[in-house]
């Protein structure tokens, strides 16, 4: 029974996601605002969870457009954190277009649009022949982010989960694999990166959700406290790959992929202090990327839970 309801549910995503691939892009990116919203109404515990981890950052001080709006404008936080969700959402829906239209082959100008910036950066640390661990958010369309990386910059293995539906799994994988990019696996993933960094090879790890207690620390992200994962490090730290912060964000019509010079790693002696030293470093650059693009990372995620 489980099999027909994943199979139903496969067979509606390909349903709705078609006529938003055959759009012409501007049309299919007004398209995306609309299903976006949409989706801000219909789905209020998210739209809700958004909000809320919102109007905390602007309390902790750490969404500038907040808080001199709420200066100049005596506002609530409330009503600022409603518009910036909405905004959100919107961009969500932006992204599955444009991803869309990527899988039906159809989003070729899409990626040819994107403006590399500190393509540099990345080639200094390859040339050093470590392998290198790029650090990212879900910020922007970070699906998107990964195969312009892998079509314009370099092929690069991404580690992810698995879905639960065999038939989205199926889906992901395959755009996921667009342009040369390969998966590696949460379960047991561990190997199969240090294989991939011993040969001079690149590894995107996403770097912003709460993780488990045993897999992270608890260090502050935007103003509160928030578990969060010390892979990066302990990777880095094991194998002397370069860690290389990447993110993508709109401009326009169009974007931008930004690649960072390589973070220098903590020299501290106590290899914990270290480790908690390099996820703050590291952390840090996705909370710079969230102030300057608020509207751009995934607010639905309960990012400070278990704290």
């Not at 049309?27 to 515990?45: E, N, P, Q, R």
């Not at 905004?87 to 599955?96: A, D, P, Q, W, Y």
């Not at 040339?127 to 092929?155: L, P, Q, S």
């Not at 990447?246 to 973070?263: K, Q």
């Amino acid at each position: 029974m489980k099999r027909v309801s994943w199979f139903l549910e496969a067979a509606l995503l390909a349903a709705l996601s078609f006529p938003f691939a055959a759009l012409p892009y501007k049309t299919a990116l007004k398209a995306g605002d609309i299903l976006g919203l949409s989706v801000f109404y219909l789905w209020g515990s998210r739209r809700r969870i958004a909000i809320d981890n919102i109007e905390k950052a602007i309390g902790n001080g750490q969404l500038a457009i907040g808080i001199e709006e709420a200066k100049s404008q005596k506002h609530a936080l409330s009503p600022i954190a409603y518009r910036l969700a909405k905004e959100t959402f919107k961009n969500m829906g932006r992204s599955f277009v444009e991803v869309m239209k990527i899988y039906y082959g159809l989003g070729k100008g899409i990626i040819d649009r994107v403006e590399i910036r500190g393509a540099e950066n990345y080639q200094k640390a390859k040339a050093k022949n470590r392998g290198i661990i790029v650090i990212t958010g879900h910020c922007g369309n970070w699906e998107m982010a990964a195969i312009v990386f892998g079509f314009k910059v370099d092929a690069i293995y991404g580690v992810a989960r698995r879905q639960n539906n065999p038939y989205f799994h199926a889906f992901v994988g395959r755009l996921r694999a667009t342009y040369g990019n390969k998966i590696i696996y949460k379960e047991g993933a561990l190997k199969s990166i240090l294989s991939v960094l011993k040969k001079n090879q690149t590894v995107g790890i996403l770097m912003d959700q709460a993780v488990l207690k045993n897999e992270g620390y608890i260090i502050d992200f935007l103003g509160s406290p928030a578990w969060t994962t010390r892979m990066p490090s302990l990777i880095a730290r094991r194998t002397g790959a370069a860690v290389v912060p990447a993110f993508l964000h709109r401009e326009g019509n169009g974007h931008v992929f930004t690649i960072y010079p390589e973070v220098e790693l903590s020299n501290n002696e106590d290899d914990e202090t270290a480790i908690i030293e390099d996820t703050k470093r590291f952390s840090g650059f996705v909370e710079n990327y969230i102030k300057q693009h608020p509207t751009e990372w995934l607010w639905i995620h309960r990012r400070w839970k278990r704290t």
